[in-house]
Structures are given as structure tokens and as C-alpha cells.
């Protein structure tokens, strides 16, 4: 017993700390999959690309993320499919960060100098290849910070999964302060763990871009 609270409390707790770190790499993982396309298509001369995912964004982003899990969860059971409340929240975080990811990139891709595309056109090489080989790795480096912090609220996101029932570390805390009427210290200690999961993230972020700038000197 811990501060009025059992161990095996602790424990529940620290489990349903652990399905936040599922949802938020399974959030993380699905937009970036989702995001880079669009922020290429975002950034592309294309006109009917741009404007599509323009839309795309401006829908998600304009919607928010609990309401997006609940037509998710809700709209695909009336569609005849009974989703498990942790494949309908990484979809619906998914669609969340895919829109924030891909406008974050967007800018860091328009944020390269317009004469490294012309450059790479005198060498001869094409558009997917000034793109990948090119364009993409400076990107790359100015999106480190947006990108992490962005992923920090993706964790810190998660906790609106509760609206659906999923077991993550908001949930967790919710049944063990219904159980021991700690309000107190059960939410301190869930938003301690949030921090815990959150600060190392900054650190990475920090040191991955020193890395970068040692490396591109």
C-alpha cells in the first residue's frame, strides 16, 4: 500500500500507462504514413492534389479529436463491423495526426529554397529524384522539433480514447480513483507518468538536432 492505494492499483495504473504508448505509436506510425503524402501533394504544382488534401486537412483539423473517435467507433458498428476500441482510436488518430504531420511537413518542405529545385534540375535529375534525394533530407532536419513536439501532444491526446471505452492511463486512474476516492493523488500520479512519457521526447528532439547540425557542418 502506497500512499492509500494498493499495489496491484499501481499496477493497473501503470498498464493502462502502457496502452497509451501503444495507441500513441500506433498514431504516430499511421500519420506519418498518411501525412507524408499529403504534404507532398500539399506542396506539389498540382492543382487538383493541393486542393483535395487541402480539404482533407481543413475537415480533420476543424473536427475535433474526440468526435472524430466517436464517428470512427460508432459509424463503422452501424456499418455492420464491431471495431475493438484500440483499432478504432489508432484509425481516428490516425486521421488526426496524418492532417497535422502533413501540414507541419508541408511547411518545412516550402521552406527549402526554391533554388535547390532549380540546381537539381541543371544536374539533370528529375522530380521524384530532386525530391528524395534533395529536397527531403533538408526538410528532414527543420522538421525534427515541430515533428516531436507534435507527437508529445499525440501522447497527450490518447487520453481522449476514454470517450470509447479504451483502456489507457486516463482510464486507468479514472477506475482506481472511483475505487479508493484519492482524486488527488491518483491523478497526480497519472499526470506524472504523462510528463515521464513526454519529457524524454523533448531530450530526443534536443540532441537529434545537434546530431544533424554537427553533421550537415
Known sequence: ????????????????AGWTLVLSVLGFVGGTVAGLPIAIARASKNRFFRILTAAYVKL?????????MFIVYFGISIAGYDLPA????????TLYSSAFLGEIWRGCIEAIPHTQWEASDCLGLNKLQTLSN???PQAF????????GFLVQIVKNT???????????????RVIN??????????????????AMCYPL???SYRLERKLKRHSR
Do not use: E, H
Open 178 to 195: 472511483n475505487s479508493t476516492f484519492k482524486p488527488f493523488i491518483v491523478f497526480t500520479a497519472a499526470a506524472l507518468i504523462y510528463f
Open 86 to 93: 484500440l483499432v478504432a482510436a489508432g484509425i481516428a488518430m
Open 141 to 148: 532536419r527543420i522538421a525534427i522539433p515541430p515533428t516531436v
Open 202 to 204: 523533448s531530450i530526443l
Open 134 to 136: 534533395v529536397i527531403l
Open 1 to 16: 500500500m502506497i500512499l492509500g492505494v494498493s499495489y496491484s492499483q499501481w499496477l493497473f495504473i501503470l498498464t493502462g
Open 159 to 173: 487520453s481522449y480514447a476514454v470517450v470509447i471505452g479504451f483502456f489507457d492511463l486516463t482510464y486507468s486512474a
Open 60 to 68: 480533420i483539423q476543424g473536427i475535433p479529436l474526440p468526435v472524430i
